[in-house]
């Protein structure tokens, strides 16, 4: 996990498609849209290794796939654990739907593209 000290925030990486980056787009870079209804709980990883991982998924499912990096008040952040699901670098926090607006709230900043990789790359 990536902790800016200073401004006390934390790094969070998300792996995302299309659909779900036009959404962030629009709310210009500010949030992450609602979830989908079978989807109950929203997931951002902590590192960017993994986020690209994630991304090969997007990119065979989807034919696109972005990688997105943004900073949340650590405060908010501290009351989840942090996740391992499969190896060590496979970390990411688990946010239920219910919390998502006020994560939302507590991102500092912009959702930054950092990748895009589609399958003709």
């Known amino acids: 996990m990536n902790s800016n000290t200073k401004s006390k925030t934390v790094t969070m990486y998300r792996p995302c498609a299309q ?3 036009d959404l962030v ?5 500010k949030k992450w849209p609602p979830r989908l209804p079978d989807q ?5 990883v902590t590192n960017e290794a993994y986020a690209h991982e994630v991304n090969e ?11 997105t990096r943004f900073e949340v008040n650590s405060r908010f ?5 942090i996740e391992v699901v499969g190896g060590s ?5 688990w ?6 607006e006020e994560l939302n709230k507590n991102i500092i900043g912009k959702i930054e593209v950092i990748a895009k990789k589609s399958k003709s790359d």
């Open 19 to 21: 659909k779900e980056m």
């Open 25 to 29: 787009i629009e709310s210009g870079y």
């Open 40 to 44: 109950d709980i929203f997931y951002p």
């Open 57 to 67: 998924w997007n990119v065979k499912q989807f034919g696109i796939g972005y990688v």
């Open 77 to 81: 952040v501290e009351q989840y654990n």
């Open 89 to 93: 670098n496979h970390t990411e926090w």
């Open 95 to 100: 946010i239920p739907v219910a919390e998502l």
